[in-house]
Structure formats: structure tokens, C-alpha cells
């Protein structure tokens, strides 16, 4: 760990000033990432700006029906909070699948979304890795790649994206809101997260000066046909091998609307129009969810250690399309699968 | 009243839930300095060159030691032998500029703050000169050796294996395996006395540390005290030195001041681990479930610069009666630095294979695995050809699987359902030694009725201060409360490591022949009394009970312990004893373990759950059933992860462990961890020693993961040969 600078913003504005002026300076929330990767040396920021004390903790109902949840919102707290719990059970479900209490009762929203992989070569600086020192090469494609990438991989880089929460908000087309010098903007959360192709250092689409101030859900919350199913190495506490959130509305048995994303897959939350248009007007049966995750799966590619995860995939979205068209969601805190 | 045998609770515990308990990290010193280690990023070569100037450049940097510019060390192997090296040339932390592992040590940054140490550390410029290295089990199987046998062959296994009625014959598989104790490998190292070390270190044998520290910087005994009054698990790791105590004392002698080395997580896989080992047996059985022949291969990885093995074979034809048996262990040197114990050593590993062959034959023979078993079960020792000092493994099975339920079993895979899950039922036996070991003991006795019992043995969280004061209350016939425990400390009498769960036994034995002697004396002295109730009597005629000295013919002649000192004039007592177990050629010494496991396996996704344990042990007379019951329900859950969790893995073209660190180096978690039932099973034994105890610090791992697998078998069709039983195996 280097020595580093520590500054704390007093507001959005305050912070935006003080990313755009210091490009070696990065933002802190509940820091349980950063930490880590700063103790192991692979994020070397020489000045901390703690957001901790911005006004974004609270979680809003908007005037088009949706959410708005500040930035700062604690993981926990989002994931217990009454109306995310009856309107958006799939993203206190996807929360609660994720780290440990404590790890959840630090953890930011906002954070959430910037989490880097866990690839096991980005964080051990002897190693070559594109993402950490771009340039140097990759070594999981030939390496250990168990819980690497299957699905929109590169020649520089196989990393996934970590969070159970991102799945979910994929799943439920959320907004990023995001400041930055010239303003604020939105991004839609497909647009958030990047693949890596030849820059696997860019995680995501978020400018180096700019800061997320709150995550938007649409009215839409899939409340009543929902799952989020993790599949991981142990029963807690490990980073998904495959995880899906699934979310339908059902009309008569048929398929009206439906999401489906993927985690612990690719560099980002993967999700298919095709695959999702591919369940609408569908009846709810096991032959369409084949279907989605044919064409889901379709272009997956394993490494010499993950290849399993293909099959894996496929088990796990034909089982949570069931869990979802059911309404019997897996429930986190039981670890057998429904 | 009597403490041997109860649930006594730990007399330490609440020094460790309040804090108080200090272990070897959290000592300190007035001019206390901090040190950090660097470690090499390559597996073999030499250090080309190596530059501390930018580290020795930050503020509140001491020093930067390497092998250029070290302490004076030993230039020969015996100053670095230890009380349990193997054969071998042991590392030399620091010595020269020779890479033997990735992650080995090749500077230590000395700091006046942890996190100047810390941050310099990552400033030290390394230019290696690398070679080509190799640290694949797999790629150098034929180039292992053959290790001296673990026990003789008997009969001609390969003839009675060509000529059996039915066969099983399958390899079997172990990933490196690394310990991961709570507490962080550290030493802290102060001066006193104008010259002496203290040295406060995580480790299993103080005096074993003390001597060591002595060979390799040639300092007298007098001179180096080290202690490890708490330790934060160790299950072997901590058998032998570590290299931090050597970088320790390095900086203490360069600096002349205190160092304190705590090492990283990630730098405790750059120590001892279980090696990977690749187990072949081989059954050979008649259609009745006897045994022709048994022949267990174990080849395992070492270091290439010593000999690590552990009897991984024998056990096999020692269980079950065969007629023919052969063991052959082999080894393979590897880039890596030298494995090391961990519960179990070999049987962990060698027990999983044979149980698991021994299911695939009640498979291949149609029969209950219990019933299998009970077919082949043997009364003797037969590698030795001895009689047991007592076996009640078939009361194992019996009670085992009357808790567990095991009748209701059925007998073909995926017969059992729960719903979308399969269900399946395993089983295995566990077996481990009654090992016992020559241990000294003081006793120093007030005549205000309190005793202080010492030996240097350490408690590494498995209750070794709570059964000394047990067996100590009890001899003495003080209450609990009046006797304390010293241990931990290289300057109380003799104590071998802690290890091969011989501890409880060896102590047990010394606590009582030193007490013998001091009711001896409180014998004399009561008899001294004017009118003494127990005139004429024997030291072997009295008790020492209440705190009186009591005559076993009749409780009403008794005198009280303190009277007699006091009318001795004698204020304390002090007797200091090494005690020595008789030799006995004639016995087998062993404990058993029968493991019942529950798995429910999803059947669409191949998750595994393991719902219910039982393991019924019969391990002698247990001293605390609480402390014993927690030291086997710890061991079903490790076993439970060497059966699906943990793996080291080993990048092989970096011969570097990637998943150094426990969020990827998995163990169970709570949520891994379900319903774990313990059962002791009466086994009186008068021969093993006087107090009838054998130890329980092993024997609970051993047979877990066999039985795991066995059920997740069960559960499936699936037989996992390879651990861990990963999601992709159970799919694939």
C-alpha cells in the first residue's frame, strides 16, 4: 500500500471539482474493494476523496412510478428497504445473494457498480494482466480460468464482472445517474459496464471525472414472477460461477414480458434481446426457456477450465425461468434450490 | 468431585473472549520495530541482483536485510535441523541468493511503523536470473521415487489380486491442500536481561523454536526464551520454525532493538501445506467381502530440498484383515517449498482413498458398506501382527449408524429424493495412532491449597490448558479453580511439539507421576503428626481428595493437605519430573472413528449440500467431552471442505498459488455447516496408559471426505475420484 493523499467532499459539486482536478485521485465510499486492492497493490491512487458525507443516501419513489436510490445507499439497507422488497424483490434478492452481512452493511451502490473482477491475476501484481498494466498480456486464457469469462471475451482479457446487484439491475433496464463537470447524464445499465476488447482497463463507460449520484428502476418491477439464482464453489461468501436474474410477466400462462441476465459470465451483466424476444408470447414452459437459453448460450466459448460453466448456464436459466414463472423465487437465505 | 471426564469449560476462555489472551503478534516492546517481508515472484533461479535503495530511502525506514547483508548464520545443515525435519537440507531464510519456491522470502524491510515497512517493501527492486522450474505432480510422476516402505509387505498381494473372485482397483486424488489457521504466522522479538531474546512465536513447540533459533545463529539456551503462551490454530503448520522467527531475530540482531514479523495471508502459502498426492488401490475380495489382498500406491510431491512423506498405505491392511498386502509410497521433487503436516498427515489423505475403494467394493459386491466392513474388520494390528490396547470400532459402527439412521438406507444411487434433490448416504472408518511421548511436568503446591502445573507444550486452541488443570484438580484433589496452568514457554520442563495428538495423553501421564510424588511427600509429612490418622499407610493407600489426604480403606482417616504442610513447617512443595511410558512392543496403539454423512445434491445443477454428520469415535477415555467434541466437530467440517472446497491452485507456469487468500481459497462457511453429531464410544483401556487416554486431535478428519464422497456417490451415480467434488464434476 503507497501513502495516498485523503480529501473528503463536501457535495456532488464539491467532488466533481476535485476528480477533475487531481486525475491520480479516486473516490471512496464503503471502500471494500479499493481497500483490498490498494493493500495488494494493484490500485496505487495517490489522493482518496471520501463521498461518504454526500447528501445520496436516500431511496425516492419518482413521479413516472419508478425508484430512484442514492448512491451512497448501503448495500443492506437497499436490500431490505419495504418498497424494494415488495416492488423489486429481484434486486433485494440479487443484494442479499452477494459478499456477507458485514461486507453488505459497508458496501455503496453506487460502489457496487464500480467493483472490479476478481480475476485472480489482476490481483497478484507478479503476474502479467491487461487490466491492471495494459499492455503486459493475459495470463488467464492460458492460465487458471475457472471463473473466468465465457461470453463476450478478447484476445486481451476473459475478466468478469463480480456483482449479484448489477445482474439484477440489468435485468431491470435501471438508469445510471452520473455528475460530471459538464453536467449530469443518465446511462442506460446495459451502456454502463464495457466489454473488454483491446482495453480491459475501462470497466465501464463512467468518465474519470465524473461521479454516480443515484440508480433509477423504472415502474416496471416484476414483483410477482421473479428469481435470482446463485451458483457458486460453496453455499455463501464465493463469487458466482453462473448466477441469473430472471424476470417475467405472465398473461394466461404465456410469457408477456421477460429479462434475463447473466452473472459471473462475462465483463459485464450479459443479457439477449433476441434470447428475451424469444420468450414473448411464449407459454411459460420449459421448452421456451430452452429456447432463450439456447440462443443466450449460443455464442459461449470456454477456456480450458471454465468450459463447464456453458452447461452449467444453461441448467441454471431453464431453473430460474421456472422459479420465476412459478412465483417460487430462490430464496437467499436457504441454500436448497427451489 | 472428579474433572476428567466432564464438559469442564475451557479455563482459558475467558482470557480469549475478553481479549486478554496475548498471542505471539501482539506482544510489544517500548522501541518495538516492524518488519515486512518480500517474496520471490519466481520458482527457481538466483536473485541476479537485488536494490533496497528506494525502500532504505523512505522516511522511518531501519533496514533492509537480504542475503547480502544479514546476521552472521550457520553455514551447515545441522544449524537449521529441527525436532521434526525431515530428511533433508532444511531452508535457510535470507542464506544466499538461491531461489528454491515461489513466495519465498528474500528480504525483510525493517520500519518504525508497520505501514512504512509495508509500502518499502513493495520499493525493493528484484532482477532474477530464472531457471526452468517444475511444480506439477502430474508431470513428474515418472521420475518420483520410491521412500522407504511404510510397513513391510506381506504374502503376495499381486498374485492374490490376479486370482481374486472380485476386483476394484482405482486412483484416487488430493490437491494441495494449505493451512489457513485464523491467527497470522508472527513473531515478536524483544531483548532483556541485558542480551537475551525473548521471542514470542506462533508455534507448536517452544523449546523446539529455542533450539533451532540457537543452531542457526549460535546463541547458548540461556540466551533465547521463547514463548507461545496462545496460539490461533496450528493443526501442524506450526510443528516446525517458520521463516518469520528466523527474519525475526534477524532484525532483532541487526538493530539491537525489538522486532515484531507479522506475515500476510497471502505469505502463508509460501509455508508448509498438505502435498498433493495421487493414491492407487487396489481390493481384491471373495464374493463374501473377505479380503485377499490389499495394495495402496501413494505418490506425493516434495520439495527439492527435502524429503517430506507421511504413512499414507498402511493403513489400508491394517483396517481390514487381508492375507496379502504391499504398500509403496513414492515421491516426487518439485520446485516448491517442503509440505508439512496437517491433521492427520497421510492418513487424511490415504484413509480417504482406501474408503472410498473400500465403498466402490460393497458397490461391485452388493453389500451395505457397514456390512463390508464387518466382514473384513480385524481384532489385530496385522502390518505388526499385534493385539490392539483396545478397538470398539465395530461399537462405532454400531452407534454411528443407529444415530445416523443408516437402516433406512437403500442401496442403489439415486433411490433417495428430497424433492428436486438427490439424497445420499455414505459412510466411512477413520483411523489414527495412540501415540504417546516422553513429557516433562512441575508441580509446585502451596499450603493455601493452590497448585501450579507446568510443562512447555503448547495449547493451540484444543483445550491443553483446560485438560491439564482437569487431570491436575483431579490428582491433586484440588478444585479447578485453585490450580494454574503454565505451558507455552521454553523454560518450563521438557515437552516435545504438540503434535500427532499425543499431547493430552503424554500430559496427562506427567501431570499424574508428578503428583504422585507430591502425595508422597504430603504423606510423610501427615504421618509426621502426633496421632496421624494415616499412620502405617502406603503412598499407594491414600488419595489426595477435597484437599485432604485420604485413605482409600476408609474416608473417615484423613488428614487435610494443608494441616500436614503447616505441621511440617513446609509452605511449598515443588517436584519436577520427566515421565517416560513404559515401552510396550506387544500392543497396537490406535483410535477409530466410524462417519456417517447426509448429502442432498440438486440434481439439475449438481449443488451439493451436506446435511447431516455423525462420527462416532472411540479414542480411550476422553478428559473433557467438550473440548473433545469440539475438536471432532471442527474436524468433520474440514473434512466436509476437503471433501468440496479447498484446493490450492498452482498456476504451473508461474509456479505460483494463485488463490492465495481466503475469499478464493475456499473453506466451509456457515452455510456449508449443518447438523454435526458427535458420539464417543466407551472404550476402557488400562493397557495404553494409566489413564486409559489416546488423544482425539486427529482422528475426526480422518475418513470425512471419503464419507462425503461416498454419499454424494449415493446421491448420484457420480463417483469423484479427484477432490474437491466441484459442481463441474458433477455435471461433467
Known sequence: MINFEYARARDVADAVRQISADPAATFIAGGTNLIDLMKYDVARPMRLIDITHLALKTVEETANGGLRIGALVPNSDLAYHPVVEKRYPLLSSAILAGASQQLRNMASTGGNLMQRTRCFYFYDVAT??????????????????RINAILGTSEACIATHPSDMCVALAALEAKVHVAGPAGERAIAFAEFHRLPGDRPEVDTNLKADEIITAIELPARGFAANYSYLKIRDRLSYAFALVSVAAALELEGGRIKEARLALGGVAHKPWRNAEAEAALRGQPAKSDAFARAAEILLRDAKGFAHNAFKIDLARRAILRTLAQAANATPQIQSSKKIR | MTYIGTPTPRVDGRAKVTGSAQYAGEFTAPDLVYGSVVTSTIAKGRIARIDASQALAVEGVLDVLTHENRPKMASGDKGYNDEVAPTGSPFRPLFDDKI?????????????EWEISRFAATLVQVDYDAETHSTDLHTRIDKAYMVEKPDKPRGNAAKAHAAAAVRHEAEYYIPIEHHNPMELFASTVTWNDGGKLTVFDKTQGVQNVQRYICGIFGLKPDDVRVMSPFVGGAFGSGLRPQYQVVLAVQGALQLKRAVRLVLTRDQMYGLGYRPATIERVAIAARNDGTLDAITHEAIAMTSQYEEFSRNDTSWSALLYKSANAKYEHKLARLDVPTPSDMRAPGAATGVYALECAMDELAVALKLDPVELRLRCYSDRDQNNDLPYTSKQLKECYRKGAEAFGWAKRTPEPRSMRDGTDLVGWG???????????????????????????????????????????????????????????????????????EGGSWTAASVAYAITTTADEIRRELLALAQKMPGSPLAGLKHDDVVLSDGMIVAKAAASRSVPLADAMRHGGVERIEREKLSEFKEDNKHARNTHSAIFVEVKVDEQLGVIRVTRAVNAVAAGRIINTKTAASQIMGSVVWGIGMALHEETLVDHAFGRVMNANIAEYHVPVNADVHDIKVIFVEEPDSTVNPLGIKGVGEIGIVGVAAAVANAVYHATGKRVRDLPITIDKILG
Open chain 1, 128 to 145: 502479467p494482466c491487461n487490466k491492471r498494466e495494459p499492455g503486459s498480456g493475459c495470463s488467464a486464457i492460458n492460465g487458471i480460468n
Open chain 2, 427 to 497: 459412510m466411512a472408518t477413520g483411523v489414527w495412532e495412540a501415540l504417546q511421548m516422553p513429557m516433562g511436568n512441575r508441580i509446585v503446591l502451596t499450603a493455601n491449597g493452590h497448585a501450579e502445573v507446568s510443562c512447555a507444550t503448547s495449547d493451540i486452541g484444543t483445550g491443553t490448558y483446560t485438560i491439564m488443570a482437569q487431570v491436575a484438580s483431579d490428582a491433586l484433589g484440588l478444585p479447578i479453580d485453585n490450580v494454574t496452568v503454565k505451558l507455552g514457554d521454553s523454560s518450563l520442563p521438557h515437552s516435545q511439539v
Open chain 2, 100 to 112: 528454491k519456491f515461489n513466495g519465498q522470502p528474500i528480504a525483510l524491510v525493517l520500519a518504525e
